[in-house]
Every structure is written in structure tokens, then in C-alpha cells.
């Protein structure tokens, strides 16, 4: 049973343009989400995160949105640079497990020039 | 700045032998967590130690046992390794508490033939 979906494996997207990594779980316990990123042969490194008491949060150029009634989470980086070529993962944990987190499967994005 | 330091990087096993996975942080976290990273899976927690001198199980536990040797360390052991069991391994660290960003190490890439 995956908790935590992330339904699109890869993305495409011109440098400059925006990038959009959607993310969808089922557990309504979940309060607290984040993405981290990854690039080959590294650990996953956090990106940015949203309590569940907030439906948007800004970093620089990465925002994540918060729609609790369906569910969704979703991450926008703008301007998408080459850099940010990366495998995002979306996370999700519940303030009765710790920090435990729940990870998607993952999404590719490729920025190109 | 060390963070979370995993050894080794790089192991191959043959069916049935046993090994352990070191793994060691020096942000003075409380929590511990050992994740695996199949392809199309995301990463799946294994074990945790929310704090020293306790340890639970994740969503994966068969085939492995830890030990949270203090506060700083925290060993993952394939008894008997399978096939199976071939994986990217990350062991992760974080502050005690919900609602806190996971730090992780770079992984340990096991085959086992």
C-alpha cells in the first residue's frame, strides 16, 4: 500500500521555465512533508518542507503548495536550472512517529539548455 | 562537517554470508534510521531508534537486526544475506521529535550473488 505517490517517473523541462513535481498521499494522519533531492551516487538532501498548518512555503526558488481537502503536494521550481537535474522524492511523516518518513517513488527531472 | 558517515561504500556478498553496516553521525541527534533504495520503490525504512537504547521496527525489517551502539552509532546486520537483499543502503540521523528534517549519508551499495 503506497502512502505517499508520486505517479509521473520523469519530467522534462526547458532551463528557465517552471517545473512542477506532483506528489499525492492517502494517510490523513500525515502533518509534515518534504521533499529532498538526489543526484547518482549521493544520499538525498533536503529541500524544502511544509507543516500541515500551512498551504504554502517559499524558499528562493523552490515553493511547495499544500492541498490538505485532496490530498496533493506539489513542487514548484522557478527558474528550473540545468543544476537542478535530480531525482526529487516527496516525503510525508505524522507527529505520533518521530521523524519517520514515508517516501514516494521518486521523480526524475532533466532540465534542459 | 562529517554529518553522517556510512562504511563501506561498496560490498558484494554470496548468499548466506552475514555482514554489518556502520553507520555513525556527529550532529548529536537523537533519532537513527536505516532506509533502502530499490528501483521504482523509493526509500523504505527498515529500522529506527527514535533515541539511545531503542530500537523498532519500519516497514522492511526481515533478514536484518541493529544496534544502536550510543548515541552516535548505529549498525545495520544482514545475518544471512539473499539476493533479495541487494540494495542502496542509507542510514539517516535527525533531532528527536516530530517534524524534523532527516539528514543523510551518502549510501552503501550492496550486491549479493
Known amino acids: 500500500d503506497q502512502q505517499v505517490k508520486q505517479n509521473s517517473p520523469s519530467l522534462s523541462v526547458q532551463e528557465g521555465r517552471i517545473s512542477i513535481l506532483n506528489c499525492d498521499y492517502t494517510?490523513?494522519?500525515?502533518?509534515?512533508f518534504l521533499w529532498y533531492k538526489k543526484y547518482p551516487a549521493e544520499g538525498p538532501t533536503f529541500l524544502i518542507s511544509?507543516?500541515?498548518?500551512?498551504d504554502k512555503n517559499e524558499d528562493g526558488r523552490f515553493t511547495v503548495f499544500l492541498n490538505k481537502s485532496a490530498k496533493h503536494l506539489s513542487l514548484h521550481i522557478v527558474p528550473s536550472q540545468p543544476g537542478d537535474s535530480a531525482v526529487y522524492f516527496c516525503?510525508?511523516?505524522?507527529?505520533?512517529?518521530?521523524?519517520?518518513?514515508?517516501f514516494g517513488t521518486g521523480t526524475r527531472l532533466q532540465v534542459t539548455l | 562537517n562529517a554529518g553522517v558517515t556510512q562504511t563501506p561504500k561498496f560490498q558484494v556478498l554470496k548468499t548466506g554470508q552475514s555482514m554489518t553496516l556502520q553507520c555513525a553521525q556527529d550532529?548529536?541527534?537523537?533519532?537513527m534510521y536505516w532506509y533502502r533504495q530499490d528501483p521504482g520503490m523509493g526509500l523504505r525504512l527498515i529500522y529506527y531508534?527514535?533515541?539511545?537504547?531503542t530500537t523498532d521496527k519500519g516497514e522492511v525489517p526481515n533478514g536484518y537486526n541493529v544496534s544502536r551502539l550510543n548515541k552516535r552509532e548505529f549498525s545495520l546486520r544482514l545475518e544471512s544475506a539473499a539476493p533479495s537483499q541487494t540494495s542502496v543502503y542509507f542510514c539517516?540521523?535527525?533531532?528527536w521529535g516530530a517534524g524534523n528534517t532527516i539528514y543523510f549519508g551518502e549510501g552503501s551499495w550492496l550486491t549479493v550473488v
Open positions: 539517516a540521523s535527525s533531532p
Open positions: 494517510n490523513s494522519m500525515f502533518d509534515y
Open positions: 511544509i507543516s500541515s498548518i500551512k
Open positions: 516525503a510525508a511523516s505524522h507527529t505520533g512517529t518521530a521523524s519517520k518518513l514515508t
Open positions: 550532529m548529536n541527534h537523537n533519532s
Open positions: 531508534s527514535a533515541s539511545e537504547g
